[in-house]
């Protein structure tokens, strides 16, 4: 199975600033020539998780464009550019490449 | 719009069944893998299935393999999972949601496994 794993497990970053959330995965979870199997979601206390990027650095629709995926490989990164209020919650990378399809283990953000 | 709606949830004692079912409208449900996701009281995500459009493939994480059963009924829009021999740590909010990267998702269930 591929093994995901996210640093760091929990993150405080001031209103306005950068959130930078990594995801490391096993092994790569290159498809083809140039998309990756690795997706983001942002879940909210007492909500379902909202998909947020998807192929590693495409945004999914109504998303802002704050929110940004990069990475490569086996190394992956979220971007939020200018932390907002309502971006407090768990992040959690996926894999889709392997079954099973792995999640790390989230990352809790918070304001500093 | 798209909705995912699941039930079936409840408090099941160690060793007994449940079957969870996910009604699906607002988009080709046929066309679409679709996975069950669980996520126990205060912990992560976890993948625990899916099922291919025509049943054709399916898979399961090794935590429920020969004890869950993933099928789809496309005259119906819904998918459903059958659990069975239920433990306490299977204890936990179970969501239905499109498959791969997953931008469809369910409410979630909530099963209960305890005496």
């Known amino acids: 199975d591929i093994v995901m794993t996210q640093s760091p497990d929990s993150l405080a970053v001031s209103l306005g600033e950068r959130a930078t959330i990594n995801c490391k995965s096993t092994?790569?979870?290159?498809?083809?020539?140039?998309?990756?199997?690795l997706a983001w979601y942002q879940q909210k206390p007492g909500q379902p998780p909202k998909l947020l990027i998807y192929w590693a650095s495409t945004r999914e629709s109504g998303v802002p464009d704050r929110f940004s995926g990069s990475g490569s490989g086996t190394d992956f990164t979220l971007t939020i550019s200018s932390l907002q209020a309502e971006d407090v919650a768990v992040y959690y990378c996926q894999q889709y490449y392997n079954s099973p399809h792995t999640f790390g283990q989230g990352t809790k953000l918070e304001i500093k | 719009q798209v909705q995912l709606v699941e039930s079936g949830g409840g408090l099941v004692k160690p060793g007994g069944s449940l079957r969870l079912s996910c009604a699906a409208s607002?988009?080709?449900?046929?066309?679409?893998?679709m996975s069950w996701i669980r996520q126990a009281p205060g912990k992560g995500l976890e993948w625990i299935s899916y099922?291919?459009?025509?049943?054709?493939?399916?898979n399961y994480a090794d935590s429920v393999k020969g004890r869950f059963t993933i099928s789809r009924d496309n005259s119906k829009t819904s998918l459903y999972l059958q659990m069975n021999d239920l433990r306490v740590d299977d204890t936990a909010v179970y969501y239905c949601a499109t498959a791969g990267a997953s931008d469809f998702w369910g409410q979630g269930t909530l099963v209960i496994v305890s005496s």
């Open positions: 099922i291919s459009g025509k049943s054709i493939y399916t």
């Open positions: 607002g988009f080709s449900f046929s066309d679409y893998y």
């Open positions: 092994q790569s979870l290159l498809y083809n020539s140039n998309n990756y199997h």
